[in-house]
Antibody
Framework: QVQLKETGPDLVQLTQTLSITCTVSGFSLTTYNVHWVRQPPGKGLEWMGA???????DYNSAFKSRLSISRDTSKSQVFLKMNSLQTDDTAKYFC??????????????WGQGVMVTVSS | DIVMTQSPTSMSISVGDRVTMNCKASQNVGSNVDWYQQKTGQSPKLLIYKASNRYTGVPDRFTGSGSGTDFTFTISNMQAEDLAVYYC???????FGSGTKLEIK
C-alpha cells in the first residue's frame, strides 16, 4: 500500500541546516510527484516545494534561497534541506504525493509529519 | 503569488447543521481548487478536487463548487466526526487558504 514517512531531527539549532528524508513505498518516484508542506504549531499549511517525477524541482519563492529538494530513486527517498533556520521555522514538516495525471493536481497521500523545533 | 482568502476563520455549529465556507483566489485559477480536512493531530485528508469532484470514499454530504476566483465548500448534514479544520488549496501553483475551524456550539 502507499506510504510516506518523514524522518528527521526533533531539534535543530538556530542558523543551522535542517535535513528531512521522506521515504515512500507502494509507488515509484519516477511516476508520481512528491511535495513538501509545513505547518507551524497551531497555524495553517504552507507549501514549500515539489520534486517532479522527471527529477525537476519547484520551490515556494518564500524559501527559494535556502531550500533544496532532491531525491534518490533507488532508495525511494526524497530529501528536504533548508539552511539558516530561524525560530519561525519551527513546524511539522509533511511530504505528500501528487499523481502525475492531468486533472489530478491534488495530494492524495500524506506522511504523518515530523515535528521540528528550532532552538537558540 | 496567488493568495487564497478563506472565510470564515471559525464556525460554531451543531450536529445536523448545513455548513458552508468560502475561498477567494486573488486571480483566476480555473477549477483548480482542492479541499482538505485536517483533524487534530492528523495529516490533512483530501476531500474534493478540481473544485467539485469528490475523492474516492468521501461521503456525499461533502460538496464543492465554484470556478475562476470564488469557491464554496459545503457539509450538508454535519456529523460529529466532521469536526476539523478545512483548507482550500489552489493547485496551479500550490497555495493554501488559512483554514476554517469547525467547533461544536
Amino acid at each position: 500500500q502507499v506510504q510516506l514517512k518523514e524522518t528527521g531531527p526533533d531539534l535543530v539549532q538556530l542558523t543551522q541546516t535542517l535535513s528531512i528524508t521522506c521515504t515512500v513505498s507502494g509507488f515509484s518516484l519516477t511516476t508520481y510527484n512528491v511535495h513538501w508542506v509545513r505547518q507551524p504549531p497551531g497555524k495553517g499549511l504552507e507549501w514549500m516545494g515539489a520534486m517532479w517525477n522527471g527529477g525537476g524541482t519547484d520551490y515556494n519563492s518564500a524559501f527559494k534561497s535556502r531550500l533544496s529538494i532532491s531525491r534518490d530513486t533507488s532508495k525511494s527517498q526524497v530529501f528536504l534541506k533548508m539552511n539558516s533556520l530561524q525560530t519561525d521555522d519551527t513546524a511539522k514538516y509533511f511530504c505528500a504525493r501528487q499523481p502525475n495525471y492531468p486533472g489530478r493536481d491534488y495530494f492524495d497521500y500524506w506522511g504523518q509529519g515530523v515535528m521540528v523545533t528550532v532552538s537558540s | 503569488d496567488i493568495v487564497m482568502t478563506q472565510s470564515p476563520t471559525s464556525m460554531s455549529i451543531s450536529v445536523g447543521d448545513r455548513v458552508t465556507m468560502n475561498c477567494k483566489a486573488s486571480q483566476n485559477v480555473g477549477s483548480n481548487v482542492d479541499w482538505y480536512q485536517q483533524k487534530t493531530g492528523q495529516s490533512p485528508k483530501l476531500l474534493i478536487y478540481k473544485a467539485s469532484n469528490r475523492y474516492t470514499g468521501v461521503p456525499d454530504r461533502f460538496t464543492g463548487s465554484g470556478s475562476g476566483t470564488d469557491f464554496t465548500f459545503t457539509i450538508s448534514n454535519m456529523q460529529a466526526e466532521d469536526l476539523a479544520v478545512y483548507y482550500c488549496m489552489q493547485s496551479n501553483s500550490f497555495t493554501f487558504g488559512s483554514g476554517t475551524k469547525l467547533e461544536i456550539k
